[in-house]
């Protein structure tokens, strides 16, 4: 008897999050060699920057070198949709590790510039095919209850990668922490052996059992019938989106033949264009992930991360600046993490806004400091510029701006606000912009501050994050504890300020008093 009430029994809470976490391994361990990836360029930058043996760089190639990722993972991004659409999420995660698995091979052999130049870009190409998968992956699996929590969470997984690179460049040559990082796509590709495919991607395949079996296992391998609302729901949503777009825009059942479907291939590409991405629920969120990933990228960190050793040197700070890289990969943990308890707590939109803000004043402050304490001469990609007197002061003020930084949710965003019908395209796109944007803040960073040196490009820098904060506090809606319908349901509707804040609505309430009150009378 008490075995058979046991089984009757719902999946514990703690079983159902258990079950998306595992789900999520895989995932996890790709972020850490995305990290990897991203932050590699610090590490070596330094050690080639005018070597006097083995390959050595000038500081013009050094800026390109810092950016040469950046701009070539769109190349990988416009690969990323299609390949998540046509392979599935699962089997996406798989094969996005092979091109990094050459890129470190090619990384530790490189025998000139041109190899040298070559490597960097195959991972930045590698970086661009990983983004979609990742954030697509977890935003379906999860549940709108912790999706935020693991959304967020993820960020400190890339932050991981990022501060196992920085402490490998402490202990090892930068050739052998190129071999290092090899393990990670490796093990990725084994763990995602482990993980199930998402049950809304099942779905669009028509495996209908194998959906309802993925179900069950990420909602903590519980039996059919304590998921069967969910999947109905979801088996509603699904037969929404398998409709045509413009039979459901004509209002016609799903009996109803389609002519659309014996289009040719150039007439059904045209017709997904027009009426599944240049429509409002994937321009409105798409407008608004683009605007938050300008200002987040030339918020004052990121602009500086592939010259960063250099950079803390230039700022006159009082410790060994790898090592400061290390605490900074720690810091971006940390502070990850906290992003991921606190979201539940505070939402994305203050947490998003919130951060923004405070990197503005960081960037601010240093600003100021540069320009009352470090003398015009001194260029950061220039080592015998370097100013000799070290203080602690500078450390603060960077170490802040870190922190801040670290606590923007961009790629959170990204996982949930798309429709499932453009979600890999809308997804793979943005992503490539959004390190064409990347590319943007780090190579002209070389130019700025060589025209009006390190407090002139923190200004420029601040100006544009303040702009940033006051923006997405009027166009930022709050997605935390919404359905993955409800998000696509709101970017429907026919609002052009999303927030919903006490300040915005009672300027929407006076405006709606005003225009009641301007209305004409009517006559009887």
């Known amino acids: 008897m008490t075995q058979k009430s046991d089984e009757m029994k719902p999946p514990s809470r703690s079983r159902v999050v258990l079950s998306q976490l595992f789900a999520c391994l895989a995932l996890n361990f790709l972020l850490v060699g995305l990290g990897m990836s991203l932050s590699f360029v610090t590490v070596v930058l330094p050690e080639v920057l005018n070597a006097k043996e083995g390959l050595s760089i000038n500081k013009q190639q050094a800026s390109w070198f810092g950016s040469m990722a950046f701009l070539c993972q769109p190349l990988g991004s416009i690969f990323s949709g299609p390949l998540l659409d046509y392979f599935g999420r699962r089997k996406a995660l798989f094969l996005v590790n092979i091109p990094h698995i050459f890129a470190w091979l090619l ?122 609302e969910e999947f109905e729901q979801l088996l509603q949503y699904h037969d929404a989106i398998k409709q045509c777009v413009i039979c459901a825009k004509e209002g016609r059942s799903d009996t109803d033949h389609c002519e659309h479907s014996n289009y040719n291939i150039i ?12 429509v409002k629920e994937t321009l409105k969120p798409f407008a608004l992930v683009m605007a938050y990933f300008f200002f987040h990228a030339f918020s004052g960190f990121f602009p500086v991360r592939p010259n960063m050793v250099n950079f803390c040197k230039a700022l006159g700070m009082k410790y060994d600046a790898k090592t400061t890289a290390v605490v900074v990969g720690a810091v971006f943990i940390v502070m990850n993490v906290t992003a991921a308890v606190i979201v539940k707590m505070t939402g994305k939109r203050k947490l998003v806004i919130g951060s923004l803000l405070a990197t503005a004043f960081c960037s601010l402050g240093i600003s100021v400091y540069a320009s009352n304490k470090i003398p015009t001469s001194v260029f950061s990609y220039e080592a015998n510029t370097f100013p000799e007197v070290k203080e602690t002061f500078p450390v603060i003020l960077f170490m802040a701006l870190v922190c801040f930084t670290s606590l923007g949710i961009p790629w959170a965003l990204l996982s949930e606000v798309f429709p499932f019908r453009s979600r890999g395209t809308a997804t793979g796109l943005a992503a490539a912009l959004n390190y064409l944007i990347f590319f943007m803040a780090t190579k002209t960073n070389y130019n700025l501050e060589a025209s ?64 009641e009150a301007n209305k004409p009378m009517l006559v009887n």
Request: net charge positive; aromatic share 14%; hydrophobic share 45%.
């Open 107 to 228: 990384m530790y052999y490189a025998w000139d510039v041109t190899s040298l130049f070559m490597g960097n870009a195959l991972l930045g190409i590698g970086i661009g095919i990983m983004e979609s998968p990742s954030v697509t992956y977890v935003g379906e699996v999860t549940d709108p209850s912790i999706r935020g929590f693991l959304t967020t969470l993820t960020n400190s997984f890339t932050s991981a990668g990022m501060f196992v690179t920085y402490l490998l460049g402490t202990v090892l040559p930068w050739r052998q922490a190129a071999l290092v990082s090899l393990t990670i796509p490796v093990a990725t590709m084994a763990l995602v052996l482990l993980v199930p495919e998402t049950p809304i991607w099942l779905l669009s395949k028509g495996r209908q059992k194998e959906a309802l079996r993925s179900l069950c296992r990420l909602r903590g391998w519980a039996k059919p019938e304590y998921v069967k």
């Open 452 to 515: 009006f040196h390190i407090s002139g490009t923190f200004a420029i820098y601040t100006a544009l994050t303040f702009i940033g904060s006051l923006y997405l506090y009027f166009f930022l809606p709050e997605t935390e504890n919404k359905t993955l319908v409800e998000i696509e349901a709101y970017y429907k509707g026919h609002q052009k300020i999303f927030a919903d804040d006490f300040l915005i609505n009672a300027f929407r309430k006076e405006k709606s008093v005003n225009l």
């Open 267 to 278: 007439k059904r590409i045209i017709i997904k264009v027009k009426h599944v991405l240049l």
